[in-house]
T-cell receptor, first 111, second 114 residues
């Protein structure tokens, strides 16, 4: 298996940037995903990064990957109240089909 | 295109009773996954179907849990008898190929065992 660690809570003011961090243990992880769960809804894939990349930018989202330290982060620029949700980091191990999730980080955006 | 659906959305049962959760994957998705999130903890993998076959059931907690996918379409997850520690949210996901970039998740079934 794989251990995935995330902080449980993060609060930011509307308009500020949010940075959600994640550490994982299996260096063979090929894809690393960020999922978002809004209240009462399922998990929605936000973005992902392939393990041979250091950074991926997608509109307000920036994913940074430090393979050496096995550290993944998700930066949300200009955070909006609609970004309030739980964010899960989920690496996919080489040869595996199932995802390993962290506990999720609950992001609260203060107006 | 309809997404992954799960039924019921909530279930409250007493310890010792039986509950059956249902998942309808996206049409044409051969791969179906069950995950579970116990309160405040991480989401954990339970099992993976490819069509009607169990590809990986290494995450099933014990023999009180039985998953089926007859005909390779919808899947059921039965808990019998339910225990207090089974409370949590059960998620189903589907994908067109194993290890596909995206697994599409359903809204989950919140199970409460009293």
């Amino acid at each position: 298996g794989e251990d995935v660690e995330q902080s449980l809570f993060l609060s930011v003011r509307e308009g500020d940037s949010s940075v959600i961090n994640c550490t994982y243990t299996d260096s063979s992880s090929t894809y690393l995903y960020w999922y978002k769960q809004e209240p009462g809804a399922g998990l929605q894939l936000l973005t992902y990064i392939f393990s041979n990349m250091d950074m991926k930018q997608d509109q307000r989202l920036t994913v940074l990957l430090n393979k050496k330290d096995k550290h993944l982060s998700l930066r949300i620029a200009d955070t909006q109240t609609g970004d309030s949700a739980i964010y899960f980091c989920a690496p996919l191990q080489t040869g595996a089909n199932n995802l390993f999730f962290g506990t999720g980080t609950r992001l609260t955006v203060i107006p | 295109e309809a997404g992954v659906t799960q039924f019921p959305s909530h279930s409250v049962i007493e310890k010792g009773q039986t509950v059956t959760l249902r998942c309808d994957p996206i049409s044409g998705h051969d791969n179906l996954y069950w995950y579970r999130r116990v309160m405040g903890k991480e989401i954990k993998f339970l099992l993976h179907f490819v069509k009607e076959s169990k590809q990986d059931e290494s995450g099933m907690p014990n023999n009180r849990f039985l998953a089926e996918r007859t005909g390779g379409t919808y899947s059921t997850l039965k808990v019998q008898p339910a225990e207090l520690e089974d409370s949590g949210v059960y998620f189903c996901a589907s994908s067109p190929r194993p290890g596909a970039v995206e697994q599409f998740f359903g809204p989950g079934t919140r199970l409460t065992v009293l």
